[in-house]
């Protein structure tokens, strides 16, 4: 499978784990009987787990990137809102089956980046995305980042919420 499309897979698996759904991997034999591949599924989302930390996370100032091509290079620094809290929702979700304390690691780390610099103070809400820095007015075009989508905003209060029912620790969250 290439790594285009073992990140697909695996986004599509992240959703499921999202939305809570059980995810078998299913197909019919000759005989059309339902198998299921459990130890497929572990390995693309091992693998899927490892190209998003690989590819996808900023190693230097946290968060993760939009996107990338199937090679790992960076087709956009941008961070977005509604990523840093899908990515942390799938990571806890991870943590929660598998207790790697890497998955717990990531999610924190990703609601702290959606918190430090993507919270509107004077507003409230969560700004459209920033630079890989967090700074929101360096993104072009200037509009975009002070848009506030009301989908993202509770995929975003999704993660906190998941984060504090983990963690018990509100004083991170203010």
Known sequence: MTPKRNFIFYLFILYLIIVNYSYI????NESNDLE????LINDRIQDGCEFIIKNLWDKEFNGFFQKCEANGSYLSTLKYASFQAFSALAFYNLYLIQHKFLFLLLANSA????IEHLWDSSNGGFFHCSDRTGNISNVLPEKLPKNKVSGYQAWCILALFKKFEITNDVESLI
Do not use: G, H, M, T
């Open 25 to 28: 991997e299913a197909w019919s």
């Open 36 to 39: 299921i591949n459990f130890e």
């Open 111 to 114: 609601v702290d980046f959606l």
